[in-house]
T-cell receptor
């Protein structure tokens, strides 16, 4: 598609439960990025993929968080044993890559994760 | 340590006048600088970018200026319109397919 599609828009989980978020990048885009927005305006980078390969995972918490981008499937971000501090809006972005010049990242509308 | 700083949390500008949003950065290795605009309950929308080898880039009503010696960039919007009311994020990246490092945003209010 022409937009980054994130599902669900809102996800509510009890503390300790698992949460799984999905992202369909723009068709033809090679790079996928996940960001976490906490405290209203602070964006934190989590992980990026080049096609199905992890490109940069320096922002991923060592425990509980995992992500995948498999061929012909939406990318996913999974949080095991959720904690209250995981409550945030999670944004996915994609960029074209594989071109000569710089290309911007295009963002989805995010998934609001609420941990109760 | 915050590498991209937007020191003004909010800014109010009269419709039709110029809006100037400012941003400072600390890391001289940044290669690209970006501005994104965000409405509530939506994702950031890319506005304009500038490479570190340039000092100005213009796109319609939007112009970004880069002062590398001062590690400062600014976004000029002229003339300001009601639809420009949003949160503006300054951001930077080290190279072409790298993660984006965001500032904390400036909320722009365009007054009638």
């Amino acid at each position: 598609g022409e937009e980054v599609a994130q599902t669900p828009k809102h996800l509510v989980r009890g503390e300790g439960q698992k949460a799984k978020l999905y992202c369909a990048p723009i068709k033809g885009h090679s790079y996928v990025f996940w960001y976490q927005q906490v405290l209203k305006n602070e964006f934190k980078f989590l992980i990026s993929f080049q096609n199905e390969n992890v490109f940069d995972e320096t922002g991923m918490p060592k425990e509980r968080f995992s992500a995948k981008c498999l061929p012909n499937s939406p990318c996913s971000l999974e949080i095991q044993a959720t904690k209250l501090e995981d409550s945030a809006v999670y944004f996915c972005a994609s960029s074209q890559g594989d071109t000569g010049g710089w290309q911007p990242q295009h963002f989805g509308d995010g998934t609001r994760l609420s941990i109760l | 340590d915050q590498q991209v700083k937007q020191n003004s949390p909010s800014l109010s500008v009269q419709e039709g006048r110029i809006s100037i949003l400012n941003c400072d950065y600390t890391n001289s290795m940044f290669d690209y600088f970006l501005w994104y605009k965000k409405y509530p309950a939506e994702g950031p929308t890319f506005l304009i970018s500038i490479s570190s080898i340039k000092d100005k880039n213009e796109d319609g009503r939007f112009t970004v200026f880069l002062n590398k010696s001062a590690k400062h960039l600014s976004l000029h919007i002229v003339p300001s319109q009601p639809g420009d009311s949003a949160v503006y994020f300054c951001a930077a990246s080290f190279n072409r397919d790298d993660k984006i490092i965001f500032g904390k945003g400036t909320r722009l209010h365009i007054l009638p």
